[in-house]
């Protein structure tokens, strides 16, 4: 194999090698786990062995004739599809307006820009008095926690369109909305195909919050109820389930947009 | 222009007049900067007129009047009459096409879509009917030959190609007016002269009025049956001549003592009227 330089941003190993990287500070993080759950330094109580989560996996995923980590996951995706959905229809065409037209984002930016690092955590109280302790609630919070990092992405999806495309539309006779639909949005789409697989992460970070008060179902739940019961193994089984999900998301998403948009890293 | 006109140029020609056209930008500071000072221009036949000026001299200011196409959304001009046909412009019309540098060629559709691109408005939608813009499509691209390249994309495609591409668009139009935003300049040398040869074809085929911005003093007198000189800061009409060699221009024409006088007189007024600022190109 050919060394490649160290300090050079630009050297970008071969998949193989990267992959082989990828997997080894994996294996060692599993490795410095064992070895310190092995030890006895920290009481298991506070950090289950590696085994253990497995146990509790298999556990999970299958006993007395249910699949519990099934059902859960079943409907923590559910929520997430059903907020997802919501995202996408109401949260792009308002990022799009936006973009498109500056006198709307002068009016809705002071609206929507101050929540992307606001608490929205916070909000949870505030919908539970509102929306009651259900499935809206949950499917609500969802929503407001990715649509507030959507639209503005939406936005500056649409403005970084360059002008060039709008000026020449323009002249070939375009009305003002058909240069937006027919020159700008198909070259903001790539971008704001990443805003939406953002969004999808920041449900998945959202998922055990939403999950928090009043669910009988949900990933979220489940690992709220090992906590009560201290099966921290079931716990990191959760988490880990979660992490999972949220990467084979996100992989899915990825390949979905350059199958849709195979032309953007032609450019 | 509604109907497939033939191509003579009796039914092309068309009157556009520049009459005392004034801009004016709000400056840093206060005040106004002027970039464009009383500039009166009228082109009647069809032919290809050059407006060649230094770079940021505000010749694609005045283009951009021309076709009615205003990128900041703000009134251009400051003051003075765009006139087509005797007739006040004031946005967008469609008796013009414009091409510009950047071709803004959308990445995501075939080289046939792009052509076919304005047909897909609704103001083309309307007046060419399906089965004539897509034989109007083919025919172009043939002219510009790219009728094998028809099913690829931009990114597929080289600078000059691309280019194709938008000179495409604009003709299948059958535009009265093609202007002409220094569209080869960022092309290679070699390119560029193809390109010069094609729209030389492109003209013959569709004599319409041409209005060419270059920065570039070879390319203008390559091109142009008329050449204005611009100044810059602000922009005035240093000089306007004719040139009635017949196109294309042989190698022996460029270098013959008639070509260099002009090229002598453009330099000479171009430092007379702004000595010291903008650049312009001259590649012999």
Redo the contacts between chains.
Sequence with gaps: MPRTEFWNPYAVPEAPRRRLLGLAAVLALLVLWSAVAASGLVSPSKLPAPWEVVAAFGYLAWHDGQSMLLTATLWSVGRLLVAGVLVILIGIPIGIVMGAAPQVNAALSPLVDPFRSAPVVALLPILVMWMGIGEAMKIAFLFIGAVVYLIPMVRDAIQAV????W?????????PW?CIQ??VI??A?PRIADAVIVAFSVMWTYITVAEYVNAREGLGQLIQNARRFSAWDQVFAGIIVIIALALATYQFMVWLKRRL?P??T?? | MNAPAPASPATNSVSVVLQDIVQEYPAPGGGVTRVIDRVSLSFAQPGINMLLGPSGCGKSTLLHML?G?R?MGSATPSSGRVLIDGADCHG?H?D???V?Q?Y?N???LSVFDNVA??F?????RKRVPEGEWRKRVTDMLAAVGLSDKAAL?P??LSGGQNQRVALA?ALV?RPRILLMDEPFGALDAQTREEMQLLLIELYRAWPCLVVFVTHDVTEALALGDRVIVLSTQPARVADDFAISETRPRSAAWQRSPQAQAFAERVLNQLHQASPGKGQVRVTV
């Design positions: 360059p002008q060039s495309y000026i020449g539309a323009r002249d070939l006779g375009a009305t058909e027919r020159a198909p070259l789409m948009y032309w953007e032609q450019q | 076709g196409v990128p967008a469609d013009s096409v414009m510009f950047r803004a959308r990445p995501d691109f304005p897909r408005l609704q103001l083309w994309r990114a597929q668009r139009l």
